[in-house]
């Protein structure tokens, strides 16, 4: 008996007990959330996870001190070119000198390395591991825009794009859209754990935490041949 053959036989064993075509049951015993946060509680431990993983974090209010926050972060960055996916807010980049760039389905990787930054809404954030959630919604575009420009501007809706925990994000994401978990920019290390980062995405990511949320916009739209989540 081969190891395959081994491992097969256990799958089978394991599955054989329930109904024809029935999943076997998931203990879902696990703590769900590691303590009681209030909505502040849980933006502060947010910030304070990204900021652990060398994001750059700041705060405003999404009606007036956005589009002044988002034009300074651009000019510090030295940013001539943004790249914008098609439902961004168009007050959100109000302020800025940079030349906007909309995001196009035709764009290729040589474009869009070209641009300097990129800004994009979230899905949600994960405040007990400084995670942010990208699913291609509107504000968000395809994954690909988030990856190549070495420099991303993500901006959090608090408190009702914040959750405290990946249970409790997973409870509100769809697991058919195309997900996208960001925690800080991109590094990785070498065999001497030399750090090294913008190897696999952004080399800079700053997170923008809004005090206020926006208006609600409907729900994110599915990929098109116009609009692929690619």
């Known amino acids: 008996m081969t190891s395959r053959d081994v491992i097969l036989a256990r799958i089978r064993r394991a599955t054989a007990a329930g109904p024809a075509g029935a999943e076997p049951p998931i203990p879902r015993d696990y703590l769900r959330v590691h ?31 956005l589009p002044a926050l988002l034009a300074r972060l651009l000019a510090r960055r030295g940013a001539r070119t943004v790249l914008v996916p098609a439902g961004l807010p168009p007050h959100w980049l109000a302020d800025t000198a940079a030349t906007q760039v909309p995001d196009r389905a035709g764009a290729g990787p040589h474009e869009l390395d070209a641009v300097d930054s990129v800004v994009t809404g979230c899905a949600l954030a994960v405040a007990e591991t400084g995670t942010l959630v990208l699913d291609g919604g509107p504000a968000q575009g395809r994954r690909r825009i988030t990856l190549i420009p070495d420099h991303h501007v993500c901006v959090v809706r608090v408190p009702d794009q914040v959750v405290d925990s990946v249970p409790q994000a997973l409870e509100r994401l769809d697991p058919t859209r195309p997900l996208t978990w960001i925690s800080g ?4 290390s070498d065999i001497e754990l030399n750090r090294v980062e913008g190897v696999h995405g952004p080399r800079t990511l700053d997170v923008v935490l809004t005090a206020f949320p926006e208006p609600p916009t409907g729900p994110a739209p599915g990929p098109t041949a116009e609009h692929p989540h690619f």
């Open 35 to 65: 303590g009681e946060r209030t909505p502040a509680e849980s933006a502060d431990l947010l910030a304070a996870n990204l900021a652990e993983y060398r994001a750059h974090v700041h705060r405003t209010t999404a009606d007036d001190g």
């Open 185 to 188: 920019p991109s590094a990785t």
